[in-house]
């Protein structure tokens, strides 16, 4: 089991963050910046975005975005390494245990893998057919991992291991084993608990993103608890200010699906700056009325997107205009040299360049123009 302590502690030596500071802003050449992504969005073959990926550091493979996801996780471990100070990995890292979570579990109670194929022959849940062995449908877990129904012909973890994310704080084969034998005391309290509340969710109502919602606000709270703890206020701010654009992006697309009363407090995060009452008081508005509210605040220009939301086109802008605008705020903490800003900005760039290059490949197989994948590169300035 893996569990840190991000009590309130002083910072670490200026000379230790100088020595990571300076090895980053060594690596900082590498990205992939605006000029170059855009040549590279009119590439005309796989094997020129491949040869840019080798130039940026990327490993070579015989999938592209084998190698991206590799790429990342080998720039997010040598981050992680590089931090003077505990518990900032647990902040960069429990996302992606809170992914993999929800690839096994989605798997275990629908009985389908992440990319829709299943792995038994049957259309229901299941908790309706019988795959929860000696639970009845619909029964409720209690408190710890050893209250949940027994899983059974549950599909094995080599064939969910490619959807899972890394580095992570538990290997994902910790996190499968101790899901399926229901065994306390193994992994990290967070994915425990997390695991507890997502199954009792979906058996109140088995619906994929239920069970996204349930994991996804104790992980937030999980985060904004122990981000104020590390003491900083530039990364508390900015990790309220991320939760906040994806509070927004929860508003709209309920909006725009139409969804049953209580699903928004249901898939609103904890943690914002701006209180969920902000978010909750527009649920039935129309979009202009989402623009109004959000106004005079720093998510006027996506809130400026509701009116549209729901369009073709509009949802890929909105991530777009998000993903900016997060890094517009990591600009800030730039001239920083003694803190982790420069450390957070570099990993974040880093994503920002691989979801550039995953657009990228995604347009030159399948024919999208040049000018479509354009408007949609995201910002790796840092």
Do not use: C
Request: aromatic share 6%.
């Amino acid at each position: 089991m893996t569990e840190r302590t991000t009590a309130f502690r002083r910072p670490a030596p200026d000379t230790d963050y100088a020595y990571a500071s300076s090895r980053v802003r060594a690596l900082e050449a590498r990205v992939l910046d605006g000029a170059r992504m855009a040549r590279l969005s009119e590439a005309q073959s796989v094997d020129e975005v491949v040869r840019a990926m080798a130039e940026a550091g990327y490993p070579s493979g015989e999938q592209p975005e084998q190698s991206l996801s590799e790429g990342l996780a080998a720039q997010a471990a040598l981050v992680r390494d590089l931090f003077p100070e505990p518990g900032y990995d647990e902040v960069l890292l429990l996302p992606q245990d809170a992914h993999n979570l929800k690839v096994i579990l989605k798997a275990f109670l629908s009985g389908q893998l992440p990319d829709g194929e299943r792995f038994v022959g049957d259309e229901t849940s299941a908790l309706g057919e019988g795959l929860l062995a000696g639970s009845g449908s619909g029964d409720v877990p209690g408190d710890d991992l050893a209250s949940l129904p027994r899983f059974a012909d549950v599909p094995t973890a080599d064939s969910l291991r490619p959807y899972a994310l890394s580095p992570s704080l538990e290997p994902f084969q910790a996190v499968y084993e101790a899901v399926r034998d229901r065994s306390a005391g193994r992994i990290h309290p967070f994915l425990e608990a997390a695991a507890v509340a997502a199954v009792r969710a979906f058996a109140q109502d088995p619906v994929g993103s239920v069970l996204d919602a349930a994991v996804d606000r104790l992980l937030y709270d999980t985060l904004s608890r122990k981000v104020a703890a590390l003491g900083n206020p530039w990364f508390r701010d900015f990790q309220a200010f991320r939760v906040d654009l994806l509070n927004l992006g929860v508003l709209l697309r309920v909006l725009a699906m139409g969804s049953p009363a209580g699903r928004l407090a249901q898939e609103l995060l904890p943690g914002g700056s701006l209180p969920e009452t902000a978010f909750l008081r527009l649920e039935g508005a129309t979009g202009e009325q989402v623009a109004d509210a959000f106004r005079a605040t720093p998510l006027a220009p996506l809130s400026a997107l509701a009116p549209e939301y729901g369009k073709p086109g509009v949802a890929a802008r909105f991530g777009r205009l998000a993903d900016d605008l997060l890094s517009a705020r990591v600009r800030t903490g730039r001239r920083v040299l003694f803190g982790p800003e420069i450390l957070l900005g570099y990993l974040h760039a880093r994503e920002m360049e691989a979801k550039n290059l995953r657009l990228v490949l995604t347009a030159l197989r399948n024919g999208i123009r040049s000018a479509q994948v354009r408007d949609l590169l995201r910002d790796t300035t840092f």
